[in-house]
């Protein structure tokens, strides 16, 4: 099978996390190869996501590598057990960017989600008016379908929160958020209504960051932190203009961890944030 050409985050992470077993054993990418009867080139394109790896084969090097860590090894088996066309989100293959899969793919395997919101709601807790609006802002201007596809599958990815067994989502959001009136007055107001409404999930819970906080919290784009089946599997990703890169360095989600607990201690606590959304939808 020839290497895959745009492989997925998820894809990505399964052979970045192979990548660090073996260079934390010391191993050469030719020994590796030698373990499992292949070439060189086959363990750097499973390295690299551009192509895929059995069970067998996982657990096989895992054990070269005198890895013991037997959650983690699960966790990668079942990775490499997932594939194309499995999951909700393959429909849009090919119709939205492929950032708008891996996003959806990041949310449904996370176990909680911690985000920072510096100018825009939070993306799972938007209403269809709202995205629309943001969407709708592009430059250059996207196709009215595109923008239609884009608030589907961003309501589609919401529903993560109210599956049987939901990930707990805790999302600190600046005031500038919350003043922005996207959209126009009654759009801005009914989004501000429904962040209202969504902390009645026992799942969910928000934070405020007030203009009048003397604490700066160095994060200029909307982060999210999402905590995988074990902690090996963390992942930070930033949802930047030009770029929306994926963080896996263990010092990379130690800053953000660093970063998100300053964030809370510069926020109001729930209770007093819900109660300042509340006099900022009394007054818009």
């Known amino acids: 099978m020839p290497p895959r050409d745009n492989p997925t985050a998820r894809q990505v992470r399964l052979g970045a996390e192979l990548r660090k077993l073996r260079e934390r054993a010391g191993k050469t990418a030719r020994e590796a190869a030698g373990r499992i009867s292949t070439d060189q080139a086959r363990i750097s394109n499973i390295e690299a996501g551009r192509s895929g790896i059995g069970e067998e084969r996982i657990r096989r090097l895992a054990s070269f590598y005198a890895c013991d860590d037997e959650a983690l090894i699960d966790a990668l088996c079942a990775i490499s057990r997932e594939h194309r066309g499995q999951f909700w989100w393959d429909e849009y293959r090919g119709v939205l960017p492929p950032g708008f899969l891996d996003i959806a793919e990041l949310e449904h395997h996370a176990r909680y989600m911690h985000s920072f919101q510096p100018v825009t709601m939070p993306g799972l807790l938007q209403t269809p008016e709202y995205a ?103 992942t930070v990703h930033i949802d930047a203009p030009t770029r929306s890169p994926y963080l896996d360095a263990e010092a990379e989600l130690h800053r953000f961890r660093l970063l998100l607990d300053l964030g809370r201690t510069a926020s109001l606590d729930p209770a007093e944030s819900l109660s300042f959304i509340q006099h900022l939808a009394r007054d818009m």
């Open 132 to 234: 629309r609006a943001l969407f709708g802002a592009a430059l250059p201007r996207l196709p009215e379908d595109e923008v239609e596809a884009r608030v589907e599958h961003r309501m589609r990815r919401a529903t993560v929160l109210d599956r049987d067994e939901p990930p707990e989502f805790a999302s600190i959001v600046h005031e500038a958020a919350l003043r922005v009136r996207v959209g126009g007055r009654k759009v801005a107001r009914a989004q501000l209504d429904y962040l209202l409404e969504a902390t009645d999930r026992p799942n969910v819970s928000l934070r405020v960051i007030p203009f009048a906080s003397e604490l700066h919290v160095d994060m200029t784009h909307t982060v999210l932190y999402a905590g995988g089946v074990v902690p090996q599997l963390d």
